[in-house]
């Protein structure tokens, strides 16, 4: 008499960075509709990251909400523990399999009025961080597993708008970087892509779009597809992408704009 061993099935977790609004809540919120388990971050807006828990939860999902700073890296080893002990307590695991790096900010300012604080802000926020977060987290990654970067298609030459030079080089460098991830992690099955939306109606630049809707109409004449980008244009492609519908997809960076000058 043959017996079979049934598998225990493992459910996949993502830490999705900058959740609590935005491109990381949405995108948080479909990883978890396909079925993985979410940790989630925020830096602020701890309100707006236990809302996302509770979406997640009420569609019937399992989310983590955990504090991180993507500016400070000396906080890192930290929030690798707190990964760690939310891995073991939630889900009894030991690893997780896909990395969202979705946290950042937004800074504008003309090269001749940029200071070295300004422009050293950013590094460590826009590159310096998602760089040794990635690094710090790797041990902590499943084989098999996938990375998103959350770049800009302000790095596209028809998007180049005065003021964002510092802001689109940093994404720019995230852009390489997410290729050279891509070949150095191959060695693991660890697949890393980029996405670069376009204007989308965030919380970027201290909610510019909430507080200036005026803007919006003569903006989105610019889209092909005649509107601004909505959260969850983004956050549903970063979801296809660490699934498994992406699994061929590798050290791409996929403009998600709506063909905005197009």
Known sequence: MLHRVRRRHIM?????????????RSAAIQIAE?????????????????????????????????????????????????VADALRTTWQRDTFDHLVNNAGFAGNSMIEETTEEF??????GLFKGPFFLTRTLLPLMADGGAIV?????????????PGYSVYASLKGALTVLTRYMAKEFSARG??????????TR????????????????????????????EPDDIGM??????????RWITAQDIEVSGGQNL
């Open 190 to 199: 660890i697949r890393v892509n980029s996405v670069a939306p376009g204007a």
């Open 119 to 124: 422009f050293d802000r950013l590094t460590r």
């Open 149 to 161: 970067n959350t770049t800009s298609n302000s790095t596209r030459p028809a998007v180049t708008a």
């Open 237 to 246: 492609v970063i979801a296809t992408l660490v699934g498994e519908e992406g």
């Open 12 to 24: 996949k977790v993502a830490v999705v960075t900058g959740a609590s609004s935005g491109i990381g």
């Open 34 to 82: 396909r079925g993985a388990g979410v940790i989630l971050t925020y830096s602020s807006n701890q309100q707006g990251a236990q809302d996302a828990v509770t979406e997640i939860e009420k569609r019937g999902g399992t989310a983590v909400a955990l504090p991180l700073d993507i500016g400070d890296t000396a906080g890192f080893p930290a929030f690798r523990d707190a």
């Open 202 to 229: 965030t919380r970027f630049a201290d909610d510019a779009f909430e507080r200036h809707p005026e803007i919006i109409p003569d903006l989105a004449r610019t889209f092909a597809l005649g509107r601004i980008g």
